[in-house]
């Protein structure tokens, strides 16, 4: 039961979630390094529709089990899950770069504060696992 507890879906979409903005911050870090190089074409990265599809309640009957190793553990999402595409629009500059670093830097700060808001949510919800264990 105490497993429970900790691998709730909203745990595990919480995970998803900063492995996926994670990503996403090294995909913007590797844009803005490559921002003089010719020929880069811009990045991005989408793991929403992963996210979302995690979030989703399961729908499926589940069998009863005796032993909680009778069961796989729900597959586990990887960076590989995401889908990495080149940015749309932009413009190209004359040695085919779109790295627009003004994009990318408001890119960089959305994705920083997403995961400090996923992971201060995360940080709430064990302090209150532990309250409810101290007082029980």
Do not use: C, W
Not at 9 to 33: F, P, Y
Not at 47 to 65: C, D
């Amino acid at each position: 039961m105490r497993d429970s507890l900790f691998n709730d879906n909203a745990m595990n979409v919480s995970k998803i979630a900063l492995n996926g903005l994670s990503t996403r911050q090294q995909l913007i870090s590797r844009n803005l390094s490559n921002v003089d190089t010719p020929g880069y074409r811009a990045q991005q990265l989408d793991f929403e529709s992963v996210l979302r599809k995690a979030a989703q309640p399961e729908t499926k009957l589940r069998l009863a089990s005796s032993h909680s190793a009778h069961l796989a553990s729900p597959s586990k999402v990887s960076a590989s899950s995401f889908s990495v595409s080149y940015r749309p629009g932009g413009s190209f500059r004359a040695d085919g770069n779109n790295v627009d670093i003004d994009t990318e830097l408001l890119e960089m700060s959305q994705t920083g504060i997403q995961y400090q808001a996923v992971s201060q949510s995360i940080t709430k919800k064990l302090a209150l696992l532990k309250n409810i264990a101290m007082s029980g």
